[in-house]
Nanobody, 125 residues
């Protein structure tokens, strides 16, 4: 059974640098595309980043470039999302999701078929 679990969220001060983790079990991690999404209160879920574990190629949405980074550790079946210079508007539930194969150039929800439960990041000013 494919399972993805996001963790690392919490209450963080503005300017902080939390690191979110996505732990994966139940599938061949090296063959998967993993994406990160977030959903802020009252807003639609939006794509943030993705990584193709096969070759570690990545995608970052324009609005997070320069502050967010995505990386993988295939030996640990884990993908991380590093958030720097946290802003109040980063408050959201952050989800990781996966699908077999390489990620598309621009990740989108419908491409990913396995979703974790999400981790809440709340930014305090």
């Amino acid at each position: 059974e494919v399972q993805l679990q996001a963790s690392g969220g919490g209450l963080v001060q503005t300017g902080g640098s939390p690191r979110l983790s996505c732990a994966a079990t139940g599938f061949s991690f090296d063959d998967y595309c993993i994406g990160w999404f977030r959903q802020a209160p009252g807003k639609e879920r939006e794509a943030i980043a993705s990584i193709s574990n096969y070759d570690s190629s990545t995608f970052l949405a324009d609005f997070v470039k320069g502050r967010f980074d995505i990386s993988n550790d295939n030996a640990k079946n884990m993908v991380s999302l590093q958030i720097n210079s946290l802003k109040p508007e980063d408050t959201a539930v952050y989800y990781c999701a996966g699908s077999l194969g390489r990620c598309p150039l621009v990740i989108y929800e419908e491409y990913l078929d396995s979703w974790g439960q999400g981790t809440q990041v709340t930014v305090s000013s």
